[in-house]
């Protein structure tokens, strides 16, 4: 069971640079989610999507993009990294009726 | 502004302990309050939840106690084994599909 899969692992960026994090889910759930992880924040939520072909911004969105053409994939794209987006980034989905998120390993980013 | 607070950031407890996690709330429509459990490298995954019309669930060492009026639930591990280190997120349901994550707490049981 592969389940929530992101890459890649690390990353280096440097600043002004492109990248795109990828997310794809076996599980078929319709919800999916991007966070972020800082050192004593917990979790906060980028953008999330409640089905293909819908986005929506979460409490942090700035300086992030997001598509969702397929149920399977998620992908989240940092057009001009900035030092301020060096963070440890999630993805999750969820099913329907209430069940709980399912989390990727994580993406590190460090932007320098 | 932080809807859910959690404390404390840190905790040592020794192997067999008791450790306490506490978290409070300020949106009474929260309707479901998850514990998520992550150790280095991995994502969170989810470890016990309750629903607000429930003051207590137990699963096997570890135990949610909820406190409705007092918009606060907690998690106890009992017996903590140094498996058990890890950081420990709570969490509230905002709506069917979304959850607002506590800031952590880093729990290390020393052997």
């Known amino acids: 069971n592969a389940g929530v899969t992101q890459t890649p692992k690390f990353r280096i960026l440097k600043i002004g640079q492109s990248m795109t994090l990828q997310c794809t889910q076996d599980m078929n759930h319709n919800y999916m989610y991007w966070y972020r992880q800082d050192p004593g924040m917990g979790l906060k939520l980028i953008y999330y999507?409640?089905?293909?072909?819908?986005?929506d911004k979460g409490e942090v969105p700035n300086g992030y993009n997001v598509s969702r053409s397929t149920t399977e994939d998620f992908p989240l794209r940092l057009e001009l990294a900035a030092p301020s987006q060096t963070s440890v980034y999630f993805c999750a989905s969820q099913g329907e009726g209430g069940q709980p998120q399912h989390f990727g390993d994580g993406t590190r980013l460090s932007i320098l | 502004q932080q809807q859910v607070k959690q404390s404390p950031q840190s905790l040592i407890v020794q192997k067999g302990g008791i450790s306490i996690i506490n978290c409070a709330y300020e949106n009474t429509a929260f309707d479901y309050f998850p514990w998520y459990q992550q150790f280095p490298g991995k994502g969170p995954a989810l470890l016990i939840a309750?629903?607000?019309?429930?003051s207590e669930k137990k699963e096997g060492r570890f135990t949610i106690s909820f406190n409705k009026s007092a918009k606060q639930f907690s998690l106890h591990i009992m017996d903590s084994q140094p498996g058990d280190s890890a950081t420990y997120f709570c969490?509230?349901?905002?709506?069917?599909?979304?959850?607002?994550f506590g800031s952590g707490t880093r729990l290390l049981v020393r052997p």
């Open positions: 969490a509230a349901r905002e709506s069917s599909y979304k959850l607002i």
């Open positions: 999507s409640v089905g293909a072909g819908i986005t």
């Open positions: 309750i629903r607000p019309d429930v």
